[in-house]
């Protein structure tokens, strides 16, 4: 079956402006997880969304944003860029029982903000 | 926040040999996970391992846990140059919380 897409796979953005990344789950996989990756922070959790609600949310500024829809594809927005968002963000798709299964990852979007 | 530290930071093998690594946690857990990066790509998810196990084997994957300790351990038999990656432990409550990652580099 197919994995976790993840698009666009790289972006360059200036400072200020704002950034739309994509995430399309496994075929029934109701929860999304983001997370940041960068060399200073490791990997971050962002937030989590499940039947297009935000179950739980990370330490990040009110920049940082998502919204899931009906089929469980979410989408997470950056407003007003900084050069500290530069990263590789990563989806994560998983059923109910995580403690079992675990989660599946997309490849990711590296963003650079210039 | 990172819920631990993994020792060693690096490690660089030659092929057939054994790479183990460690992580520490913080809090109690109900299960750890494993989680291998190739070059900046997506995680891909090794092994997970209950708070009431004491070792899971998955082919040339070894994990041991000690919960007394709040440490586990990830042992790779007989290496190969595609297992070339950072290896993140991670927990779970309602988010994975990693650890910041061993680098492990195979070398032909």
């Known amino acids: 079956k197919a994995g976790v897409t993840q698009t666009p796979r790289y972006l360059i953005k200036t400072r200020g402006q704002q950034v739309t990344l994509s995430c399309s789950p496994i075929?029934?996989?109701?929860?999304v997880s983001w997370y940041q990756q960068t060399p200073g922070q490791g990997l971050q959790f962002l937030f989590e969304?499940?039947?297009?609600?935000?179950?739980n949310k990370g330490n990040f500024p009110g920049r940082f944003s998502g919204r899931q829809f009906s089929n469980s594809r979410s989408e997470m927005n950056v407003s007003t860029l900084e050069l500290g968002d530069s990263a590789l963000y990563l989806c994560?798709?998983?059923?109910?029982?995580?403690?079992?299964?675990?989660?599946?990852f997309g490849s990711g979007t590296r963003l650079t903000v210039v | 926040s990172q819920q631990g530290e993994e020792d060693p930071q690096a490690l660089s093998i030659q092929e057939g040999e054994n790479a183990t690594m460690n992580c520490s946690y913080k809090?109690?857990?109900?299960?750890l996970q494993w989680y291998r990066q190739n070059s900046g790509r997506g995680l891909v998810h090794l092994i997970l391992?209950?708070?009431?196990?004491r070792e899971k084997h998955s082919g040339r994957l070894r994990v041991t846990l000690d919960t007394s300790k709040k440490s586990s351990s990830l042992l790779i038999t007989a290496s190969r140059a595609a297992d070339t990656a950072s290896y993140f432990c991670?927990?779970?409550?309602?988010?994975?919380?990693f650890g910041a990652g061993t680098t492990v580099t195979v070398r032909a």
């Open positions: 994560a798709s998983s059923l109910e029982l995580t403690e079992i299964y675990g989660y599946t």
């Open positions: 075929s029934g996989h109701r929860s």
């Open positions: 969304y499940f039947s297009e609600t935000q179950r």
């Open positions: 809090t109690s857990i109900n299960n």
């Open positions: 391992i209950r708070s009431n196990e």
């Open positions: 991670a927990t779970v409550d309602y988010k994975l919380s």
